[in-house]
Nanobody, 114 residues
Framework: QVQLVESGGGFVQAGGSLRLSCRVSGGIFSIYIMAWYRQAPGAQREVVATITSGGSADYVDSVKGRFTISRDNAKNTVYLQMNSLKPEDTAVYYC????????WGQGTQVTVSS
């Protein structure tokens, strides 16, 4: 059974940076397309960034140029480097393999103050 453990969230001021990590266990991480999602209070969960097994990345328009997704297949870990954070980035952030029917992890809270 695949398990996901997200970490690295916190409280930062606008303009600050955070680096999120997500360790994946119980599966074949290297073949997964991985995604970071976020869910703000009262909003639907949305995809923020994806990365293929080969390292090709894509981003939602609102984070392009500010966020960078990366992966380390040797460590079964996917990262999300978040720079120039804005209050609207405040949300619980989750990682998940795309299209694999894996349960959501607990997420990590990111709070950006203005």
């Amino acid at each position: 059974q695949v398990q996901l453990v997200e970490s690295g969230g916190g409280f930062v001021q606008a303009g600050g940076s955070l680096r999120l990590s997500c360790r994946v266990s119980g599966g074949i991480f290297s073949i997964y397309i991985m995604a970071w999602y976020r869910q703000a209070p009262g909003a639907q969960r949305e995809v923020v960034a994806t990365i293929t097994s080969g390292g090709s990345a894509d981003y939602v328009d609102s984070v392009k140029g500010r966020f960078t997704i990366s992966r380390d297949n040797a460590k079964n870990t996917v990262y999300l480097q978040m720079n120039s954070l804005k209050p609207e980035d405040t949300a619980v952030y989750y990682c998940k393999p795309v299209g694999r029917g894996v349960d959501w992890g607990q997420g990590t809270q990111v709070t950006v103050s203005s």
